[in-house]
């Protein structure tokens, strides 16, 4: 039976851990936008280092998640590197779903013609100055439904971060339904509050494609 007084009780510390798996989202896409953008103009303009990233990015779209949050949250410390269980697993999730973003960029940039980049070095302009005036405004526009994709998948990731003990929504859950031995009001309510996210970030992303598409169409 679902019991209502408990569901009430446990509510402020599930909001508690909300906002822990919230932030480590948010910071964990940011990682993995800005080094997957990195990854994918290396791999571009770099024929030296065009192989050895791709070889980089089958790596760790090739092996766990979990497999690379144990790597760097047990090896680490042997190399003298010390981090808190959260900035490990943020790091963790950011540098994994990187490959991935890295991806999406290669795709965004690839639908823009040889020319384009072409004409961008005869007028002599920077790398940096192409890629932001030039190339990534007609490349957004695949780019950015893609990017929240993986947005989506890495607040459903997060709850991995409770094998190091990072207190987010199912760490907090489990540590509730030990304590109460109820499990279904807990889990329960995570369940709701990653689907309130979920559809939260799906609206934001489709409000970012509209707003992207009436600039692109002045």
Same mark, same amino acid.
């Given at each position: 039976m679902w019991d209502w007084t408990y569901t009430f009780e446990v509510l402020p510390h599930l909001f508690k851990a909300a906002g822990v798996t919230i932030e480590a989202a948010a910071l964990s896409f940011a990682i993995a936008a800005t080094l997957g953008?990195?990854?994918?103009?290396?791999? /571009? %303009?770099?024929?030296? +280092? #065009?192989?050895?990233?791709?070889?980089? %990015? =089958?790596?760790?779209?090739?092996?766990?998640? +979990?497999?690379?949050?144990?790597? /760097?949250?047990?090896?680490?410390?042997?190399? *003298?590197?010390? +981090?808190?269980?959260?900035?490990?697993? %943020?790091? *963790?999730?950011?540098?994994?779903?990187?490959?991935?973003?890295? =991806?999406?960029?290669?795709? *965004?940039? =690839?639908?823009?013609?040889?020319?384009?980049? =072409?004409?961008?070095?005869?007028?002599?302009? #920077?790398?940096?100055?192409?890629?932001?005036?030039?190339?990534?405004?007609?490349?957004? %526009?695949?780019?950015v439904p893609a990017l929240g994709n993986d947005l989506i998948a890495i607040f459903k990731a997060t709850p991995i971060l409770s094998v190091i003990a990072v207190l987010e929504l199912m760490e907090t859950a489990k540590t509730l339904g030990s304590e109460s031995f109820r499990y279904i009001e807990p889990i329960t309510l995570v369940g709701l509050f990653f689907l309130a996210m979920s559809l939260s970030s799906a609206a934001a992303i489709r409000y970012a494609e509209r707003a992207v598409n009436r600039r692109i169409a002045r």
């Open positions: 953008l990195a990854l994918a103009i290396l791999r /571009m %303009v770099s024929p030296t +280092l #065009s192989w050895p990233v791709a070889l980089l %990015v =089958e790596i760790v779209r090739s092996t766990p998640l +979990l497999i690379q949050i144990f790597f /760097m949250y047990f090896a680490l410390p042997q190399f *003298g590197i010390t +981090l808190d269980s959260l900035t490990v697993g %943020v790091l *963790g999730i950011g540098v994994h779903y990187a490959a991935y973003c890295s =991806e999406v960029y290669r795709a *965004g940039f =690839e639908n823009i013609q040889r020319g384009q980049w =072409e004409a961008s070095t005869a007028l002599n302009l #920077s790398l940096t100055t192409a890629i932001r005036v030039v190339i990534l405004p007609q490349a957004i %526009v695949p780019i």
